[in-house]
């Protein structure tokens, strides 16, 4: 069964420092990788999507991913975060294989907590 | 996009006792699952809530304690039954697209005594 690896579980920085959250699967095939972010006290949401094309990704509020398919990796990066990207963050991954329904396989998550 | 909208938002009940988390989707949609969010665990898929039929469930999940219904489809509703400690978590609704991305609700946190 497929897997989806995140190695940070809590990763604390300071206001303007850069962000990196690593992210690696265990399908060999065809994918499309997520990442979502949970704000405190809110829903999950989309951050970015990768589904072909150009292997870096740019998201929301500042976001970016780069897929490199011979890493099996889709790790998150910030140039320079804020106290507000203080939330969880989650990588998915859904093979994209033509025998019918695939589920999407999160990671175990990253709490990321900013300080001012 | 979708938007998804679960109640009751958080709820405190008794051992033994049962609980029916609606999900509402503002449009429909084929695809509605129920996940479950542990404190410090990654989301776990519970089950495919299908239109019209029985719901798919994953490993370690069974219909008696997780019963679904989806009678249409832009509503389901989840029931965690016999509830224990363990119980205690977030449940969450949502919905996908053909690309695989996930629309999720608020999650409807729970707490077992």
């Known amino acids: 069964a497929q897997s989806v690896s995140q190695h940070n579980h809590h990763v604390i920085l300071s206001e303007a420092a850069s962000l990196e959250l690593g992210c690696n699967y265990s399908?060999?095939?065809?994918?499309?990788l997520f990442w979502y972010v949970q704000y405190p006290g809110q829903h999950l949401q989309l951050l970015l999507k990768?589904?072909?094309?150009?292997?870096l990704v740019k998201g929301i509020k500042g976001f970016e991913a780069e897929f490199i398919k011979s890493k099996f990796s889709f790790n998150l990066r910030k140039p320079s975060v804020q106290w507000s990207d203080t939330a969880e963050y989650f990588c998915?991954?859904?093979?994209?294989?033509?025998?019918?329904?695939?589920?999407?396989?999160f990671g175990t998550g990253t709490k990321l907590q900013v300080i001012p | 996009s979708a938007v998804i909208s679960q109640k009751p938002s958080r709820d405190i009940c008794q051992r033994g006792t049962s609980l029916t988390i609606q999900c509402q989707v503002d449009?429909?949609?084929?695809?509605m699952f129920w996940y479950r969010q542990q404190p410090g665990q990654s989301l776990t898929l519970i089950a495919t809530?299908?239109?019209?039929?029985?719901?798919?469930?994953e490993s370690g999940f069974v219909i008696d304690k997780f019963p679904i219904s989806r009678p249409n489809l832009t509503f389901s509703t989840l029931t965690v039954s016999n509830m224990s400690p363990e119980d205690s978590s977030i449940y969450l609704c949502?919905?996908?697209?053909?690309?695989?991305?996930?629309?999720f609700g608020e999650g409807s946190r729970l707490t077992v005594l």
């Open positions: 809530a299908n239109q019209g039929s029985e719901a798919t469930y």
């Open positions: 449009s429909q949609v084929t695809m």
């Open positions: 998915a991954v859904i093979p994209m294989n033509s025998g019918g329904y695939q589920k999407v396989t």
């Open positions: 990768y589904f072909s094309g150009d292997p």
């Open positions: 949502s919905v996908e697209d053909q690309s695989g991305e996930l629309f």
């Open positions: 399908y060999g095939g065809t994918v499309n």
